[in-house]
């Protein structure tokens, strides 16, 4: 698998099965590495659309992982923009 990753071009994936863990590799701008125990290396329909008019298809691990962690990754991106200490005046 380590093979794998260093050829994968950009919008490239590859899965790994090992007994219920499900490991997938994606590469876009950075690399995406998710790990499961719940899903398979199923394609699903989405709701946007390609230009020429065909719905896209994504890994389901990635629509579950966007539906369901939508909140905490804008609370991480958020984070770092605030300080958590204040500096006080005596």
Do not use: W
């Amino acid at each position: 698998m380590k093979e794998e990753i260093k050829y994968l071009k950009e919008g490239q994936a590859t899965y790994c099965c090992k007994g219920q863990v499900l490991i997938h590799l994606r590469q876009d701008v950075r690399d995406i590495k998710l790990i499961s125990t719940l899903h398979t290396a199923k394609f699903v329909e989405t709701e946007k659309k390609n230009g020429k008019g065909s719905r896209l298809k994504k890994p389901e691990i990635i629509q579950d992982y966007s539906k369901f962690m939508r909140g905490m990754g804008r609370a991480d991106q958020i984070v770092p923009c605030y300080p958590s200490c204040r500096k006080t005046v005596k």
